[in-house]
Structure formats: structure tokens, C-alpha cells
């Protein structure tokens, strides 16, 4: 497609309960970063996938946060018996090349994530 | 490891005036520097990079920065805001031996007045 797509684009869980957020990054992009932007604040690294393989997942907060990309294309983040801390917007973001800081990163419009 | 500060959450100018956003940042590297702008209810997008050479760089919409290694700095500059331009502006930086992630401030929220 022409630009990231995430979805769905809100989501409201109740607490404890699991949730799945999608990103289609653009066709043939390589890396694939998500983010986790809390209300007010800048976004922060959650993991990066350069191609299927899930090279950095530093910034995962809890082992409740789980993120997959199987065939190098759409990559799920998961998250497990969701607390409110867990509300905020998720950021997905592809590179065409693992050069992405070079060449750039394009960001989707994010999921906002509510928990109740 | 690398961090970011904006040291203005909220910049509020009048139309027309110049604006200048303040981003300092720390790092025991050599680091490339962005600026990203982000619309309401919609993700990043690119303004402008340091990647190495000129220390101004030029960006989209009017903006440009300028990088001073002795300051740590790379402040985002325009001469003349539109309404427009009212967003949140995100300072970032990256850097270190393979690193590709991103750090990014606390964003400065830019509020364009008539």
C-alpha cells in the first residue's frame, strides 16, 4: 500500500483482558519498529524486526507485551491481560532498508489503546 | 545510551512570527538528529535530519535546524508560522554502532494564534 496501515484504529479493553494490534508496513520495507506514545509524552521503543527476525525487543515493558512478524510483512503486537498502564497509542513504523535512519522510517496513525 | 529534552512543552506565537523549538540531546556517540511533526490523531512524519556535513539543515513546510556538537543541540527554527503549523513537534536521535531505533523527547506542542 502506499503508506503503514494500522488497525484497528481504537480499541477499548477491559482489564485482564487480551488484546492484538496489526501493522501492514509498506510492500518490500525490511524493518519494522513499534512504539508506545502514552498521553502527553513522546513515543517510546518498544521492538524492531528487520525482516521476520525480532532483533531488538529491549524496550518490551513486561513479558505481557509479545510482538511477531512470521513472514517478514504484517507484524501483530500482542498484549496480555491488559492493565491500565497499558492505555496509550501504539506506533508502528517500516524502513525500506535496516538503513532506516538513513533513508527514513514511515509511521502509521497508531492505535489508541483504552483500558477500562 | 542516548536522551532527548525539549525544554518547551508549549510554544504558543502569533501568526506570521518566527518560533524557534529547543531540543538538547546526550549521547556518548555520534548521533544522527530529527525532527518529526505530528498532526492531531496521526502518526509521525518527517521534517528534516541531520545526518553529517552542513550543520543547517533544511527541511520541509520552511523549517530548517542547526546542529552545534559543542552545545548538544539542534534547535528547530522557522521565520514566519502559519496556523498550519500547529502541532507536536518531536525532537529525536539515534545512534551508536547498529543502532536503528529512535529516541525521542517529550514533544513541544507548537499553538498558532491570529
Known amino acids: 500500500g502506499a503508506g503503514v496501515s494500522q488497525s484497528p484504529r481504537y480499541k477499548v479493553a477491559k482489564r485482564g483482558q487480551d488484546v492484538a494490534l496489526r501493522c501492514d508496513p509498506i510492500s518490500g520495507h525490511v524493518s519494522l519498529f513499534w512504539y508506545q506514545q502514552a498521553l502527553g509524552q513522546g513515543p517510546e521503543f518498544l521492538t524492531y524486526?528487520?525482516?521476520?527476525?525480532?532483533?531488538?525487543k529491549s524496550g518490551l515493558p513486561s513479558d505481557r507485551f509479545f510482538a511477531e512478524r512470521p513472514e517478514g510483512s504484517v507484524s501483530t503486537l500482542k498484549i496480555q491481560r491488559t492493565q491500565q498502564e497499558d492505555s496509550a497509542v501504539y506506533l508502528c513504523a517500516s524502513s525500506l532498508s535496516n538503513r532506516g535512519r538513513v533513508y527514513g522510517y514511515t509511521f502509521g496513525s497508531g492505535t489508541r489503546l483504552t483500558v477500562v | 545510551a542516548q536522551s532527548v529534552t525539549q525544554l518547551d512543552s508549549q510554544v504558543p506565537v502569533f501568526e506570521e512570527a518566527p518560533v524557534e523549538l529547543r531540543c538538547n540531546y546526550s549521547?556518548?556517540?555520534?548521533?544522527?538528529l530529527f525532527w518529526y511533526v505530528q498532526y492531531p490523531n496521526q502518526g509521525l512524519q518527517l521534517l528534516l535530519k541531520?545526518?553529517?556535513?552542513?550543520?543547517l539543515v533544511k527541511g520541509i513546510n520552511g523549517f530548517e535546524a542547526e546542529f552545534n556538537k559543542s552545545q548538544t543541540s539542534f534547535h528547530l527554527r522557522k521565520p514566519s508560522v502559519h496556523i498550519s503549523d500547529t502541532a507536536e513537534y518531536f525532537c529525536?536521535?539515534?545512534?551508536?554502532?547498529?543502532?536503528?531505533?529512535?529516541?525521542f523527547g517529550q514533544g513541544t506542542r507548537l499553538t498558532i494564534n491570529p
Open positions: 529525536a536521535v539515534s545512534g551508536g554502532q547498529g543502532a536503528q531505533k529512535l529516541v
Open positions: 524486526f528487520q525482516n521476520e527476525a525480532q532483533l531488538d
Open positions: 549521547s556518548s556517540v555520534s548521533v544522527y
Open positions: 541531520y545526518l553529517s556535513g552542513s550543520t
